[in-house]
């Protein structure tokens, strides 16, 4: 079939089409005109939830970015305040008890911290002396540098420790650093975390200009403890120094990623700002947050990028009216397409069915044709099988007459001819049976009932006992357990099974076969057979269940190839499955597994199962 044009097509074989009709002409213009209309209403509809949707995100990424940076103040606040409890807690501290105290912040483990500093206060007369109580004390090559422009009244930083490479500058006094003083002071008078305005860090003095960027940092008193006599005594004061960028990289980089920018500032005094590298989004209006933290108020300022809406499948309307277009060309060419074709559609199908009906009814007949005929084939080899006995046992009844007289009549060279004759006649016996059996096996009357597994084995092996060339084989039978099944046929099955492992042993060796069981599940045994024979090649071991089949290395041995087939028949209808390994000693294993009865076998003796010989 092919197009020629959207109001006709013509198929091969066929006439024209006929054209579209007027009135289909106008459902089609009704179809396209819904459609065209209702991608635009849905578009528009949809630009405008885009729009509240991303004011909303908006707002949603502010609020997460202000919860953030207050629950990391919280933390850094009640951090200082329980290592100035632990300070405060010494009757009197030294040097490597402050190392022990804030050993936390040595590890990094908080983002943004540029180190921790004990604060005391000295006057300009007990300088020499608080200097050489606190070497005494393990702060050793101390030095107490008052500030140029300070008065009588210092605040000196005795002890400190610092996660990085700077270190933090001790000695120096930090009573001309106004921020520093004023939250000191301040946080002396409210007794608890006072954050400073922002400013640069003594320690970040060292660094080149370009490198320098605004801090702040957290002041908390420490009040004596111990011994009780100083307990609410100001000792001095624990200032935890912040980098304003790492903490609020810290503290939002997670929250804002690449979705907003973010700047925190004080009074006006820019702090930090985290500043992705996406383009804001002029469509989005910028947030203006007020963050209150012990001592001061922040002001957040969140800037929406255009990651915010790209990220959350914003762009709805695009796709929409991309979407609604496509629907509206494919629903009008379908609308064409039923106009002009529907009833040379349902003719086509009519046709396919009837040809698909009589195809089906062909196999059906094919597929019982050749049921009859593998019934047939299976009945033929039975008949024959059935036919041939009977003269055949007339010829081996009267060769093993001519046997027994064969020594007093007979010359050598004729009494090796008649037993060429009886030996060709064992073997097509054994032809014929295994053929019968075949033949049989799928359709024989299955009487099932328990059978002791245990007990069928060893009567099998003590009739398999002799073993080819005069040996004698050994057979060792395991614990085996009971199951459902028909006691003539699981005995051919093992008979089989146990006879070729002892006929497929090589001449010079004394056939050793070993018969156990395992339960296999709840309700299943699986029965392993293995022997020390020739073995089967592995590329071989599924090709062996077939019918008139032998395994490479067998042409030596006497066999019809019809054995292992018959036992895969007499499993599979006791719907039990089979198959066959490497056995350890070089031979063969054959395993089988079958339903079980519930009955578990009775042990052997002394633990080894028992033999027969």
Known sequence: ???????GRRAAGEEWARPVSRRSLLVLLLVAALGVSGTLLAATALRRGEHRFGERAADQQAASAAQ???DGVRRYSDYLTGLAAAVGAQQQLEAAEFEAITAPVGRRMLAGVAGVAYVVPVTTAEIPRVQQYWRDRGAHGLTLRSAPASDTHHLFIILGRSPETIPTPLGVDLSTVSAARAA??????AREVVISAAYQLRKDLVLPPADRRAGFVLAVPVHATAPSADAGHLRGWLLLGMRGGEFLAGAVGHVAG???????????QPIARWRPDVPADPRLAVRTLPIVVPGRTWQLTVRPTVQLIDRRGARASLVALAVGAVFTLLLTALTASIATSRDRARRRVEVATAALHADIRHREAVEQQLRRREAELVGFAGVIAHDLRNPLARIAGYTDFLREEATRYLESEHRDYLERVYTCGQQMTVLIDDLL???????????????????????VARDRGEAPHGRTALVTVGPLPSVDGDPTLLHQLFDNLIGNAIKYTAPDRTPKVRVSGRP???DRWR???SDNGIGIPERQREAVFDAFTRADGSEGFPGTGLGLAIVHRIVERHHGTIGVDAAAEGGS??????PATGVRPAPAVAGHGSAVT
């Open 527 to 529: 029965i392993e057979v």
């Open 184 to 189: 000191m002071r301040t946080s002396e008078a």
């Open 68 to 70: 953030a940076i207050s």
């Open 437 to 459: 059996d075949y033949a049989t096996a799928d359709n024989r009357p299955l009487r099932a009932r328990p059978v002791d597994l245990h007990a069928l084995v060893e009567q």
């Open 520 to 522: 296999e599940g709840d």
């Open 1 to 7: 079939m092919r197009w020629d044009g959207l109001f």
């Open 589 to 594: 294993c054959f395993w089988i597994v079958l």
């Open 258 to 268: 690449r979705a907003a920018s973010v700047g925190l500032s004080d009074d006006g």
